[in-house]
């Protein structure tokens, strides 16, 4: 089963994701989550990608589509994968596309979690993440267990650098523009769905796994 997680900064592509995740045994390949282990291991490529991401901008196809198709050919996705947070350029989607037809196979799901502008930017100011694992929280809606330490790994927790708000804006209108034009490129292909991303995230997953079946 291969799903392509679409939405906006902040709807809960991650969230769902690392759900999905644990129930279907598949791994969610987040290109945010790579990046940003780039940046803390102060590797080449997280130096590059940095100075796009501070700005709320896109970091360069040509920086990130080798990064995913390499890691699309590892043994743990052999069953399939999540990506989330990728393709989100017109570009980044063809050159998927592309990569997997020559293995004879496609996108089974494109999901798009659909989230009004108003709500995301509420949202962002109370997220935490885990440098540790990756896993996600937010003080309001999925606080951890006890007080700023990940549940999952123990770690401390961090606000992300991206999630000031001016960040978040420009995050939204780059958005807009680049990414949104994918859900009319997986309609066209067939696979397209969306769910309300506006519920509480358990009602939110169980749409999701009504869709795959
Ligand atoms: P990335 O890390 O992908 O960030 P994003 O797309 O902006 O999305 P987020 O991770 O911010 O949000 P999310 O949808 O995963 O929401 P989450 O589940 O955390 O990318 C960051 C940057 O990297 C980009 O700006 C770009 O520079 C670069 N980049 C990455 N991929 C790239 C690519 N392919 N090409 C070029 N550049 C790329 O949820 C958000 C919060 O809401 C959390 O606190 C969560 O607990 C809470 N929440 C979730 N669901 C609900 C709910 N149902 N109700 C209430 N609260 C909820
Ligand atoms: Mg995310
Ligand atoms: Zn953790």
Redesign the pocket.
Known sequence: MKIV?L????????????MISEKYGIPQI????I??ANIRNQTELGQK?KS??DQ??????E??LDL?VDRLAQDDCSNGYIL??????IP?AEALTFALKSQKTKIDYAID?E?PDDNIVQ??S????CPGCGA???????PPVSDNICDECGTELIQ?E??KAETVQK?LD??HKKTQPLIEYYREQGCMYSVD?????E??FEDICKILK
């Open positions: 997680m939405g906006a900064p902040g709807a809960g592509k991650g969230t769902q994701a690392r987040s290109t945010g989550d990046f940003r990608a796009y991401m709320g901008l896109l970091v360069p196809d920086l990130t995913v989330d947070g990728f393709p989100r350029t980044q979690v989230v949202r962002m109370g997220r935490r993440a996600t929280y937010h003080i309001r809606y999925n992300r991206d999630d995050r780059v958005y991303g506006t519920r509480p995230m009602d939110v």
